[in-house]
């Protein structure tokens, strides 16, 4: 039944039809993820879905007109660190790229196929990339596992005339680098780096070299860092200062390095950095030498900023986004990633001496009428010991549809990954092919989250499986008390770290009805002993270093737990995922199906860590859908593809 004129048929939450079909989710849409600002053109990598996931350079030319610059198969992406980014820049009109199918690097001149700059080495992959223009180089980021899987990064310099097999090594003798930034006038160096068994948002330091005239490293010295700060994004102005986002105080603000002295430029309760999981972030650059365009995160919210920095002074600019990632500046000309809660994240431009935005290109089609969007609406609740937790609670929206008087709508919890990351307030497909059937759901930024200083991160520390699950919970029981949902229906989801909460969620508590997982943990040592090198000690942190902390690695292992556990689980992984292992659902299934408790599961031939392929999500949106009206008793308006849920009473 759908309403009859402008009047809104009353039907129960669950039931509503929607508009927003599963294979929409997917269609017509792409991910956006950096962005590059030259004096003439506009440049963005764009990860199309129809295509295989492949990741394209795309410029925009002074004249408005919009052109790939790299031909299929090139996939502009890379693999350093498995999450990648960092994978292109831009030399006057040439375009330095990773390659995601073979690992090299290759140039794309105007009108020229692409050219290897490395040769073909299976075991050799870039990342952060930079053109040396005086030296005829590049600059980058490498990673070399030898033929036992030992790993290690350097940051190298890559002839772009003479090949060398494997560049000059620059910086070396840490597990780990990022951000090289070099000096306008070529004499300096700086790079970011960090040794096991901390993360980068854990302890990292701000490295400057000297540079001779032939381009090796005369001399080096550490700025900043330490144990207990995180260092985010060097910048060089143009007159060669540096700045640099430091979290010292609890909070990752801007800094100068002058005279041999570090500086603050900024002092706020806000976020200017962000965690470092993928290559090529930015939150600031120079409108001038003595000006910084800025985004920082307060309460989870974006802001856009001017900045003086010789006296301090800030002026916020009237901003319609709530989120602003990949910043760059060229003088009164900014590029950006940005979002709102009604519109979906897009390539920005930003006239800064108009002070007018223009949309480039949209990631998400406009295929919702307006009047059925659910805004996100911010919230702070308690938990555990008295502390304060945040997310986004979305209602129930279709303006075809009521809810019956008195009626709470089933609520679907949904926990990001990481965990060290955070939940945005941007529209999302994903969140309104609930909202418009009648869900409400809340989006949780769980202690450990990002947006809210280092001690908020912190509360994660060792915790990791009791904190997140109680602020999840915490949400639930905060939303049944203002009659915004109904407890009795509420469900959880997860994908990777937000997969082994949800699971927790289930296996150690009783709020939730069902949990549904995607490429989830389920067996901590396991994963701490078979993950990729990046994240391989970030256990460490979380829950404790092995083997010493092996009981409590147990302890917290919902694989283990699971006698409790009556709540369905439907578990979705690919089978390509070198982050967190398919046998990690394999041996969860396995366990439940031996107990026999309710499971269900679909593995992807063709899916790593993040699906991609439309058909995919598609399948798993459907199969959820049918999950939870099982589960929670829902008779649907629509057929869908279900998943059969072993051991499960009808």
């Known amino acids: 039944m ?63 007109v919009i052109v790939d610059r790299i031909p299929a198969p090139y996939d502009a992406s890379s693999r350093v660190h498995e999450y990648g980014g960092g994978a292109f820049t831009v030399s006057g009109e040439t375009v330095f790229f990773c390659d995601g199918g073979d690992g090299r690097i290759y140039r794309q001149d105007p009108g020229q196929p692409p050219r290897p700059v490395t040769p073909a080495d299976a075991l050799t992959r870039y990342a952060d990339l930079i053109v040396d223009t005086t030296r005829e180089r590049l600059i980058a980021v490498r990673e070399v596992r030898d033929a036992n899987g030992l790993i290690e990064h350097a940051v190298v310099a890559i002839p772009i005339v003479e090949r060398d097999p494997m560049g000059e090594i620059l910086f070396g003798g840490h597990d780990f680098f990022m951000f090289p ?20 948002w854990d302890s990292s330091y701000l490295l400057v070299a000297t540079l001779r005239d032939d381009g090796g490293v005369n001399a080096l010295q550490s700025v900043a860092g330490g144990e207990q700060e995180s260092i985010f994004q060097p910048e060089w102005s143009p007159d060669n200062q540096l700045y640099f986002v430091s979290d010292r105080t609890g909070w990752w603000n801007l800094y100068s390095w002058q005279d041999r002295e570090v500086r603050p430029v900024t002092a706020l309760h806000a976020e200017f950095g962000e965690a470092a999981w993928t290559f090529g972030l930015s939150t600031y650059g120079f409108v001038s030498a003595t000006e910084i365009l800025a985004s920082y995160t307060f309460s989870g919210l974006a802001r856009l900023v001017r900045i003086n ?127 418009t059937r009648g869900f409400a759901v809340m989006d949780v930024n769980y202690g450990g989250s990002t947006g809210y200083g280092r001690p908020y991160r912190d509360r994660l520390r060792g915790h990791w499986g009791i904190v997140d699950v109680d602020d999840a919970i915490a949400a639930t029981i905060f939303l049944s008390r203002h009659n915004k949902a109904d407890p009795r229906r509420a469900v959880i989801r997860g994908t990777g770290a937000g997969g082994f909460t949800a699971l927790a969620a289930v296996a150690f508590r009783n709020t939730f009805r069902a949990a549904t997982t995607y490429n989830a943990i389920s067996d901590l040592a396991a994963l701490a002993r078979a993950t990729h090198h990046f994240e391989s000690h970030y256990l460490d942190g979380l829950i404790g270093p092995l083997p010493s902390h092996e009981a409590l690695y147990q302890e917290r292992s919902p694989v283990f737990h699971l006698d409790r556990l009556r709540a369905p689980v439907l578990a979705f992984h690919g089978l390509q995922d070198r982050v967190i292992p398919v046998s990690q659902t394999q041996a969860l299934v396995e366990s439940l199906t031996q107990k026999g408790l309710p499971v269900g599961t679909v593995t992807f031939a063709e899916e790593g860590h993040e699906f991609s392929h439309p058909d995919t999500m598609a399948r798993c949106y459907e199969a959820e859908l049918a999950f939870y009206a099982k589960v929670l008793n829902i008779r649907l308006p629509e057929r869908v593809e279900a998943v059969s849920i072993q051991n499960c009473p009808e």
């Not at 927003?20 to 017509?28: E, N």
């Not at 030259?38 to 410029?59: F, N």
């Not at 930034?181 to 980068?200: E, F, K």
């Not at 986004?321 to 431009?349: C, E, N, Q, W, Y």
């Open 309 to 435: 920095v010789a006296t301090r002074e800030m002026s916020h600019l009237a901003c319609p986004f709530s989120t602003i990632s990949h910043v760059k500046v060229l003088g009164d000309h900014v590029l950006m990633i940005a979002g709102a809660d009604r519109s979906p994240k897009a390539i920005v431009s930003y006239d800064a001496d108009h002070r007018q935005f223009a949309i480039v290109r949209t990631s998400v089609p406009l295929i919702m009428d307006e009047d059925d969007v659910s805004l996100p609406e911010s919230l702070e609740f308690p938990t555990t010991d008295g502390t304060i937790a945040f997310g986004y609670y979305y209602a129930p929206k279709n303006r075809d549809y009521i809810a019956p008087e008195g009626e709470s709508p089933p609520l679907v919890v949904m926990v990001h990954g990481g965990p060290t990351d955070r939940c945005e307030p941007v529209f999302q497909l994903d969140i309104q092919y609930w909202t």
């Open 2 to 64: 759908t309403s009859v004129g402008n009047v809104p048929t009353v039907a129960p939450c669950g039931t509503w039809k929607s508009s927003l079909s599963a294979k929409m989710l997917r269609a017509q849409t792409v991910s956006l993820q950096e962005v590059f600002l030259t004096a003439s053109s506009i440049y963005w990598i764009e990860e199309r879905p129809e295509d295989g996931g492949r990741c394209v350079i795309v410029e925009r030319r002074p004249n408005g």
């Open 181 to 200: 930034r070099l000096s306008p006038d070529g004499t300096r160096l700086a790079v970011v780096a960090w040794d096991q068994p901390h993360m980068p």
